[in-house]
Every structure is written in C-alpha cells, then in structure tokens.
C-alpha cells in the first residue's frame, strides 16, 4: 500500500480493503459448512431454535389421583351420614319410613355402580360400591333394634357377619371390577365362627378351634383366589387367626396336653399342606408345624415322666422330627418318577429348623453343669495341697442335663456336615465336662474323667496329623511333617507319597474338626491341673500325665499342634520340677535355681532337634521358665546372681550352635552382666568402675571383632558404647572425688584412648578420650584458677579477655582455616 497518499485517500482504501476481506471470509465460511456436510453427512451444523415460549407449570396432582380423593371424601361424607341418620334420626320415623328408606338408599347405592361401569366412571362405581357395602352393614344393625331386639347380640352378629360375607361376595363375583366387595367378604368371613363359640360360650380352646377352622378357609382362600387383594386379605386373616389357635395349643399343650394335642396336630397338618403346595411359604409354614409337633409329643410325654425329664422329653421330640427332616432329604435324593411323596427343600429345612430350635434351647438349659465342670475347679477358694475337695455350686438343676448333650450330639452326629461335626463334638466334650458335677462323682473319678476327656481330645485332634503322615489310620498322606508341605530331617515320613489336591481339600474339614478338639483337649488339661492341686499325689499324676499326653502331640503332630504340644509338655515338666521342689520346702529362691534345670534341658533339646520347627516352641517356653526362676530368685540377691550367672551358661551354649548365635550370644552376655552387678551390689562395692568395666570390655572386643569383618565400619558404632560405658560415669565419680588417685588413673586412661585414637585415626577414641581428658584436668586446675584469679586486681580479667578478643580478631580468618582443616581430618577418620 502507497503511504504517500494523503490521510483521507488513504483511510478509503483501507475502509476498502477490510469490506473485501469481511466478503471473502463469509464466502469460505459457507464453503467450509458445505465440505463438513459432504464429508460427515451425519454431523449438521447446529441451527438456531427458536426461543420456547415458557412451559407451564407442571401440575402437582394428577386427575386421576384428584378424582379419586373426591370420591374417597364423597364416600366418607355420606357414610357419615348414613351413620347419623341411622343413630340419631331414626327414632323419628315410623317403621314403614325407616324401611323405605334404608331399602331406597342401600339399593340405589349398590345398584348404580352398574351403570357407572357401563359408562367407564370406575372409580366413582367403587367409590359407590363401598358406601353400599357400608349402608348394609347398617340394614343389619337397623333390622337387630327393630325386629330383633331380643336377639342375643354375638349370636346376631355371627349370623349377619356370615349372611353379608355372603352377600359381599356374590356382588362382588357379579361385578368383578369393583374392588372392594371381595376382600370385604373375606374380612367378614372372619367373624361368624369366632363368634358363635363366645355366644355359646365355648371357652378358649373352642375359641382356638374356631379360629383355626377359619384360618383353614383363609388358606384355601389363598391358594385358590386369584384376585391379589383377596389373596393379600386371607393371608393376613390366616396367619392371625392361626398363630392366636396355636399359641392357644401351646398354653394349653402345658396344662392340659391330651386337649391341646387334636388342635396342635390339625394345626401342623394344614401348615405341612401348605408348604407343600405354596412354595414361597413352605420354610416358615414347616417350622412353626415342626413346632407344633415337637409341643404336642413333649406334652403327651410330660405327664408320664418326672419332672426331671421334661426337658429331655422335649429334646427327645425335637430329635425325632429333625430326623423326619433327614427322611424327607433321603426320599427326595432316591424318589422317582412315580407317584411317591417328596418333601420339598423348605419343608424338609422347616422341620430341621424346628428340630434344632427346640433342641438348641434344650442344650442351653443343660450348659449350667459344664460352666460349673470346665471353671469350678479354677475358682479356688482352699490353699493349694489341703486335700480338701471343694464341689461347685449349682442349685437345683436336674442331673439329667448331660442325657440332653447326648442326645444333641447324637443328632448332629448324622448329619452330613462339617459345623454339625463341630457341634458333635463340642457337645460330647461338654457331656463328659458336666458328668462329674451333675452326677456327683468322687474326686478320683472325676480327676480321672477330666484326664481320659484331654486324652481323647488330643487322639481326635491327632487323626489329620495321623492322615497327614499317611499312618494306617487314614488315607495316605504327604510327609507334612513341619506343617508346611516338608517333611523334617531324618524322619521317615519324608518318603511318604504326596497327598493329590482333592486329598488336600478333603483334609481341610478334618483340620478344623482337629484344631476344635485340640481347644477341647486343652480345656480340660487346665482343669485338670487345677482339680489336681487339691491333693500332693495328684498334682504329681496330672502333671506326669500331661507331659506324656503333649509329648506325643509334639512328636505325633503337625504344623501349629506340634507347636503348642511341645509348649505344654514343657510346661507340665516345669510343673513337675516345681512341684517337686514346693514338696521338698525349699522355699521360692531354692525352687527357682532348681527351675533352671528346665531352660537347661530345653536347650539340650533343642540342639539336637536344631533346625526343627519344634525346636524354637521348645527352647522358647524354656526360656519363659528360667525368668520364672529368675523371679523367685529375687528375695535373695545372692542366689539371684548365681541363677543368673547359671541362665549365662545355658544361653552361651546356646550360642554356640549357629542358628541361635545372633541372639542367644547377646542374652548370655547381659545374663553375665547382671549376675556380675549383683554380686558386687552383694558385696557392697560402691565403686563405679567395677559396674562399668565388665561392660566396656566384652562391648571393645566385640567393636575389634566387627572392624575386623568390616573396616568400614564407623568407630562410633564400634568403641563408643564400650568406651562411654566406662569414662562418663568416671568422669561423674571425680567431680564428686576429693582424693587425687582417680583423676589421675582417669586422666591416663583418657590419655591412652586419646593417643590410640589419633594413632589409628578412630574419631570416637580420639573425641572421648580428649574431651574426658580435658574435663579432667579442668577438675585438677580449677582449685589454682579459682586461687589465681582470687588474687589478681579486679581490672585484670577484663583486659585479659580484651586481649583475647584482639588476638582472635587479628588472625580470625587463619582461625577459620585452621577449624576447616581439623574438621576435613576428623572427617577422614572413621
């Protein structure tokens, strides 16, 4: 473009030029849009709606729902109405007006629905129907004041409720899009029998009848109505007058059993009918019927039997129809294809349900004796070796408690499943538990039971290692010999063929069912030890016992078993060795060095198991005794420190055998260190260096020893524990030291660290010695400072300081150089 143009020339072609480039841009724009369409037909260039003109407002009710509160409050108002005039204007007219009246009315309402139908207004047509419905219930409280006044009024009410349920239902049959007059027939339906029995004054169980009869129609009603709301309605009514019949059964299933046994037995044939043709209902139905059957035989039972045996008469009952439970599963597994009855599933869970609900309740009215068995004896209330027998208190429970356990074990025995085991077997060790105290049994004998209990716990809890092992007991097994799919070293399980996966999965119930019985088997171990301390003999039997009993859980077992065996056996010797000292009074601190023959033994034990899983369980409660000993040792420091120095002697031969050095080397070395401190302390040594030495030097070989392996090992780490353990509380003892003969033995030691440190460049020697050093000697020094100050003139301490200052002033950066360096050369040593 031409600048040489005047302003105004220019300013046109400029105005010019813009208006061509606005042109040319709406020309490629229009071309773009028609390229878009052409390449992407489906994708449209937006266009402009528009603007909508503003919705209205959404209406918060709908006409249907509008029309239908009109109509509700429409039916209302004239049932009012009707009630009204019924109650308040009829005295009024005459017997001819209140007839027509009422006949017009109650026609005209249940008449004109008809022609609402006819016309599509359904909800008016109900609405109608209803108040019709309502306007007879009134004809028939009019005609009992007029015509029948001297009417019994239950007996009238009965008639008339039986006469409209069946008028209801036949208008509602005729117009069978109204629905209100079916579930409203079926609502008065519940009246007429429960009614007639109070009229003629039939009693409670006449009562129950009634309603029980009614209930059986409800429940055809049900299965046979195909109208929901029907259905709904005799569902409810059913299960209300039912449940109020068999509640009636079972009170009177307790006081008069032969009365209440025709009523419970119908009640539980009609359920079982019902869960076998409604399916949705058949678990529910069959319980309650499972109940009912179980209440009618024990109440049958309960006048032929003591009162004692009431509760093992109900069991007794609930046992068999849980077993008709187990029936029905064996005939629905074999039934076929003919006409043979086969319980559904929920019929048969039904009646286990029931079965094992009343049993259950059974089993806890029968844990009092066991509590009392498996805790009596750990509630001791005499001194231990009295020989007196305290029995535990349980008032006024029947002895037949334990046939209850039997016959729930015996129950679940049969039954095919792992938690059924489980409760087997917890239940036969609860029955053996509760004998003694529901049975009264000596002392011997009942020490005996417990003792026979724990035995046959561990043999159950011993049968999956058994099969693990591939003894003959089982199926053959793999060599899980250490509870982790190897077998141990130098035992001949190792050659044992491995167990296949399913094998493995098979095992895994018998594990659980294993570990149970091994909780079992403990319960009563520790029972047993605490019945045994009664008397001095049975302390020494139960304990031998036990030790036997572990040791072969520890040797016959796998995996966790093994484990916790070897802990018992080890602690049934430590009971042994310390009930044979406590017999041979010699008093705590004797009876812990005796104890000390117990970690002495378990580390002989363990070295020649070495690496086996048993070993750490064995050495490990080993240990957990000789702290035992250590704490009875403790009221006579002398034998405090000889146990002490003893428990040194076995962990340093422990510490011998490589896998147990690291820590048993450390442990040895502490045992040392205090059996030495408590001897001095015995001796009345004050001085602090006969504490700190036997530290420092074991703590210096073993930095020499660990610089050896690693010469880059820092010196801190290595001498500065060792060292500081001896020149700090030195360094402490000559502040308070009148005498020259420590600071001068310190200042040399110091001395000698200092040089060793510097010599074989070693920060930690080199830093203590010489700060220890130089505090010591400020120690010696300060009685001459102090004089020499004392005697100089007052400005003199200024001005030295003064000089001082200047002199540091004057070579300041020299000093920094100087500091820089001796920080590089501590740096370099180690």
Do not use: K
Not at 232 to 248: F, I, P
Not at 494 to 502: D, F, I, K, N, Y
Not at 705 to 712: A, F, K, Q, S, V
């Amino acid at each position: 473009m031409d600048s040489s143009l005047p302003p105004a020339e220019e300013l046109v072609l400029v105005d010019r030029e813009l208006a061509r480039l606005d042109a040319r841009r709406a020309q490629l724009l229009v071309r773009r849009d028609w390229l878009l369409r052409a390449l992407y037909p489906q994708v449209s260039a937006p266009v402009a709606a528009p603007a909508p003109f503003p919705a209205p407002p959404r209406p918060e009710a709908t006409p249907r729902s509008t029309q239908n509160v009109l109509l509700t409050l429409g039916g209302v108002l004239l049932t009012v109405a009707a009630l009204v005039f019924t109650l308040v204007s009829w005295g009024s007219m005459g017997i001819g007006g209140r007839a027509a009246v009422l006949a017009v009315v109650t026609s005209a309402a249940l008449l004109a629905p008809v022609a609402l139908l006819r016309r599509g207004l359904g909800s008016t047509a109900v609405s109608l129907a209803a108040l019709g419905l309502v306007l007879t219930l009134l004809d028939a409280y009019a005609l009992h004041r007029v015509a029948l006044p001297d009417t019994d009024g239950l007996a009238y009410a009965a008639v008339a409720s039986a006469v409209l349920a069946g008028a209801w239902a036949a208008y509602g049959s005729a117009l069978p899009r109204l629905r209100v007059p079916l579930p409203a027939a079926v609502i008065a339906a519940q009246l007429p029998l429960p009614l007639g029995v109070l009229a003629a004054d039939g009693g409670a169980l006449a009562f129950a009848w009634a309603a029980l009869a009614t209930a059986v129609l409800d429940l055809a009603a049900v299965l046979r109505a195909g109208i929901p709301a029907v259905r709904v309605t005799a569902g409810v009514g059913a299960a209300a007058l039912g449940g109020w019949a068999l509640l009636t059964g079972l009170g009177f299933s307790v006081t008069v059993p032969g009365r209440a046994a025709p009523l419970l037995l119908v009640a539980a044939a009609v359920l079982l009918l019902l869960a076998h043709r409604h399916t949705p209902t058949a678990l529910a139905s069959a319980t309650v019927a499972g109940l009912a059957v179980v209440a009618t035989l024990g109440g049958l039972l309960r006048p032929a039997l003591p009162d004692v045996w009431a509760v093992p008469g109900y069991a007794l009952c609930a046992v068999v129809v849980a077993s008709v439970a187990l029936w029905g599963r064996g005939a629905a597994d074999t039934a076929g294809s003919g006409g043979r009855f086969v319980p559904s599933r929920g019929m048969r869970l039904g009646l286990a349900a029931a079965g094992g609900g009343v049993l259950a309740l059974a089993v806890a009215w029968a844990l009092p004796p066991v509590v009392a068995g498996l805790l009596g004896p750990l509630a001791r209330s005499t001194d231990i070796w009295s020989g007196t027998h305290a029995r535990p208190i349980l008032p006024d429970h029947p002895a037949t408690a334990p046939l209850v356990l039997l016959l729930a074990a015996a129950a679940l025995a049969v039954v095919p499943r792992l938690w059924a085991r489980c409760g087997a077997l917890l239940l036969v060790w609860g029955l053996l538990t509760a004998l003694p105290v529901s049975l009264g049994l000596p002392y011997a004998v009942t020490l005996l039971l417990q003792l026979s209990t724990a035995a046959a716990a561990l043999a159950v809890a011993l049968r999956p290692a058994l099969l693990a092992r591939g003894l003959p007991s089982g199926d053959p097994a793999g060599g899980d010999a250490d509870g982790e799919g190897h077998a141990a070293p130098g035992t001949w399980a190792g050659w044992a063929p491995r167990r296949p996966a399913a094998e493995g999965r098979r095992a895994a119930p018998e594990s659980v069912v294993g570990w149970l019985a091994y909780g079992c088997g403990l319960g009563s171990a520790v029972g047993a030890v605490a019945l045994g301390l009664d008397t001095r003999a049975a302390t020494f039997a139960v304990l031998g016992v036990l030790a036997v009993l572990f040791g072969g859980v520890a040797v016959l077992g796998t995996g966790g078993r093994r484990l916790v065996g070897a802990v018992g056996a080890v602690l049934a010797v430590a009971g042994l060795v310390g009930a044979g000292a406590a017999a041979a009074e010699l008093g705590a601190a004797l009876s812990g060095l005796v104890l000390l023959a117990v970690p002495a033994a378990t580390a002989g034990v363990g070295a020649r198991l070495r690496r086996h899983p048993v070993a750490v369980a064995v050495e490990g409660t080993g240990a957990a005794v000789g702290l035992c000993a250590l704490g009875l040792t403790g009221g006579r420091p002398a034998l405090l420190a000889l146990a002490l120095a003893l428990g040194g002697v076995v962990a340093a031969a422990t510490a011998v055998r490589p896998e147990r050095r690291v820590v048993a080397s450390w442990v040895a070395a502490a045992l040392f260190l205090l059996a030495t401190w408590v001897r001095l302390a015995v001796w009345e040594v004050t001085t602090p260096e006969a504490y700190t030495l036997p530290v420092t030097v074991p703590a210096l070989l073993v930095g020499v020893l660990r610089r050896r392996r690693d010469p880059e090992a820092s010196s801190w780490a290595a001498y500065g524990p060792g060292l500081a353990a001896t020149l700090v509380p030195s360094l402490v003892a000559v502040w308070a030291d009148p005498h020259w003969v420590r600071p001068l033995l310190l200042g040399l030691a110091a001395l000698v660290v200092t040089l060793v440190g510097a010599r074989f460049r070693l920060q930690a020697p080199l830093l203590l010695g010489g700060a220890v050093l130089a505090l010591d000697g400020l120690h010696e020094l300060a009685p001459y400072v102090v004089q020499v100050v004392g005697a100089l003139p007052r400005w003199l301490p200024p001005a030295l300081v003064g000089l001082l200052l200047l002199a540091v002033g004057a070579t300041y950066e020299q000093r920094l150089r100087d500091a820089r360096r001796l920080r590089e050369r501590l740096g370099r040593m180690r």
